[in-house]
């Protein structure tokens, strides 16, 4: 597996591309979501994810899910962790430099 961090300007973008791939998929993706606030413990686990966004007027990454939305705050950066050019995880470190990892249950082509 390769990490590759996506230049802040394409962050809209190519979220809005993965969204997009996620709503076209035939099979409801899950994700495990590991953040912070929680103490490097798994906030959410098996969640139905519905989009991922940002939004670079508030500065704001939101990944939407059936019954949570996780949203990050002024993210410095954005990775994704890709298996044979498929998405398997994104890498969010946010304003105040902690990390948040989505976690998808198979890989987004």
């Known amino acids: ?6 230049v802040p300007n394409e962050w ?3 979220l809005d591309n993965l969204s997009k791939k996620i709503k076209a998929m ?3 993706v899950e994700i ?13 686990k098996g969640l139905k994810l519905s989009g991922i966004s940002f939004d ?7 990944i939407f899910c059936e019954v949570l939305d996780h949203l990050i705050n002024k993210p410095q950066e ?4 890709e298996e044979n050019g498929a998405v398997s995880s994104l890498r969010v470190t946010d304003g105040s430099g902690l990390e948040h990892i989505i976690k998808f249950s198979r890989p987004i082509a």
């Open 78 to 81: 954005v990775c994704v962790e």
């Open 1 to 6: 597996m390769a990490e590759k961090c996506i």
């Open 32 to 44: 495990d979501i590991v953040a912070p606030s929680v103490l490097e413990e798994k906030e959410a």
């Open 56 to 62: 670079p007027k508030d500065r704001v990454l939101s």
């Open 26 to 28: 035939d099979e409801a």
């Open 12 to 14: 809209e973008e190519y």
